[in-house]
């Protein structure tokens, strides 16, 4: 259970992120990346002395997801619709969104062997 620092209830300074938080909102990678985010700022942010009410705020945004069909196509399932073929297919399923880790990561996005 966390608060809305994504602090572990009763805990000050011990934070939980990703699938085993209670946050009411799908368990998804991309949304424990987003816990990472504000966690890591709030972390900094304590280790610097900074006071609790400066402390970023978790909250839930509007949810997605894609399921790839192969190299082309996918479902996507949109907070206003959900989509099959392959325009939403251009999104993730070429590939898989290794790419865009790898890059987001300061790595090469082509190579895939580091
Ligand atoms: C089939 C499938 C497809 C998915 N596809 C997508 C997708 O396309 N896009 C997307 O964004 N999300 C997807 N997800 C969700 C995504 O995988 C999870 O939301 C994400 O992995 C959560 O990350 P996490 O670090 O919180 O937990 P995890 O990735 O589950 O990591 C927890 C780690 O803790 C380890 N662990 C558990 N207990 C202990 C212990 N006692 N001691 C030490 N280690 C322990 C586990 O072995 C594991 O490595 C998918 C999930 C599944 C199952």
């Given at each position: 259970m966390v608060d809305e620092h994504l602090?572990?209830?009763?805990?000050?300074?011990?934070?939980?992120?990703?699938?085993?938080?209670?946050?009411p909102e799908m368990k998804q990678g991309y949304i424990a990346e987003m816990h990472a985010n504000v966690a890591m700022k709030n972390i900094k942010m304590m280790m610097s002395g900074g006071k609790k009410k400066k402390m970023l705020t978790y909250k839930p945004?509007?949810?997605?997801?894609?399921?790839s069909l192969g190299r082309k196509d996918s479902l996507a399932q949109f907070p206003f619709a959900t989509v099959i073929g392959c325009l939403t297919g251009l999104i993730k399923s070429k590939d898989?969104?290794?790419?865009?880790?790898?890059?987001?990561?300061?790595?090469d996005p082509k190579r895939v062997q580091d």
């Amino acid at each position: 259970m966390v608060d809305e620092h994504l602090r572990v209830k009763d805990r000050k300074n011990v934070f939980a992120i990703g699938d085993i938080t209670n946050i009411p909102e799908m368990k998804q990678g991309y949304i424990a990346e987003m816990h990472a985010n504000v966690a890591m700022k709030n972390i900094k942010m304590m280790m610097s002395g900074g006071k609790k009410k400066k402390m970023l705020t978790y909250k839930p945004g509007s949810e997605m997801a894609i399921v790839s069909l192969g190299r082309k196509d996918s479902l996507a399932q949109f907070p206003f619709a959900t989509v099959i073929g392959c325009l939403t297919g251009l999104i993730k399923s070429k590939d898989l969104f290794v790419g865009k880790t790898r890059k987001t990561r300061g790595l090469d996005p082509k190579r895939v062997q580091d």
